[in-house]
């Protein structure tokens, strides 16, 4: 009963930021808008979530499947490292700023986006080849994404127009 209600509460985070972390990435607002602070606030919580589950169920795992899970333990730290950092871009606005940013949460949405695909084809049976094939097209396409977003908000940048920052 408790995994599974750590399973749902580590799930709903990850949808909570990746929706949020859509908006936020597309409209990069003030210093540190709330939409950015409630993304990042879900991103942390859908990683403490899913510590938490492997501590739980770690006793109970094989050798393999704590590799794994220590693995994916990793990512996720590093997945919300990622979100920190885009914080830290957002806040202080050094140079090429936007670029960074966009960089650190598209990664963040890189990983939850593959995180959802990738655990909802092994729950439905899929064949590890096909499981890795969508998880190459999901980075692929995200990274695409990326270079789309970063290629629009530098065109509209301030000073890529000869206008001063606001």
């Known amino acids: 009963m408790l995994h599974n209600l750590l399973i749902v509460a580590h799930a709903a985070f990850a949808v909570a930021a990746f929706f949020l972390g859509v908006i936020a990435v597309l409209r990069p607002a003030g210093r540190m808008s709330t939409t950015f602070r409630v993304y990042l606030a879900a991103l942390w919580l859908m990683v403490l ?22 693995a994916l333990l990793a990512l996720a730290v590093y997945t919300g490292w990622r979100g ?10 050094a140079d090429d700023w936007q670029s960074a940013y966009i960089e650190d949460v ?37 990274r695409h994404g990326i270079q789309r977003v970063k290629g629009r908000a530098l065109l509209s940048s301030p000073a890529r127009l000869g206008r001063k920052p606001a």
Do not use: C, E, K, N
């Not at 939850?112 to 080849?129: C, E, K, M, Q, T």
């Open 49 to 70: 979530f899913l510590i938490t589950v492997v501590l739980v169920d770690w006793m109970g795992l094989d050798p393999s499947s704590r590799i794994v899970y220590s």
């Open 106 to 142: 598209g990664f963040t949405l890189i990983a939850l986006f593959d995180g959802f695909v990738i655990v909802s084809s092994i729950d439905l049976g899929a064949p590890i080849a096909l499981v890795v094939a969508i998880g190459v097209l999901g980075v692929l396409a995200g």
């Open 84 to 93: 920190w950092s885009a914080a830290r871009d957002l806040q202080h606005r």
